[in-house]
């Protein structure tokens, strides 16, 4: 099976600054794509970024020169450095991993999310 653990959330006033980090462990063969989505409250699940083992980046509009998200390959680990939060960045932010298992089977996997809160 194959785990992700996010962290580094928490509560930051506008105009600060967080670093999220999310580690795949378990039975990985491979992992290719990392990104993170968020849920805001009564909203629906939307794109934050994504970054594929090659070094692609893509990012959601609302979030293009705010966050910029990198990872390390030989840790399994990507991380997501939001700055200048906005109030409307407040949401759970949950990384997810396109991985390859140790028994040859490919999916996506979700984090439990972290909650990120952002105050006026």
């Known amino acids: 099976q194959v785990r992700l653990v996010e962290s580094g959330g928490g509560l930051v006033q506008a105009g600060g600054s967080l670093r999220l980090s999310c580690t795949a462990s378990?039975?990985?063969?491979?992992?290719?794509?990392m990104g993170w989505y968020r849920q805001g409250p009564g909203n629906e699940r939307e794109f934050v970024a994504s970054?594929?083992?090659?070094?692609?980046?893509n990012y959601a509009d609302y979030v293009k020169g705010r966050f910029t998200m990198s990872r390390d390959n030989a840790k399994n680990t990507a991380y997501l450095q939001m700055n200048s939060l906005r109030p409307e960045d407040t949401a759970v932010y949950y990384c997810?991993?396109?991985?390859?298992?140790?028994?040859?089977?490919?999916?996506?996997?979700w984090g439990q999310g972290t909650q990120v809160t952002v105050s006026s």
């Open positions: 970054l594929t083992s090659g070094g692609n980046t």
């Open positions: 997810y991993s396109h991985v390859r298992t140790m028994f040859s089977i490919t999916n996506d996997f």
């Open positions: 378990g039975s990985i063969d491979r992992v290719n794509t």
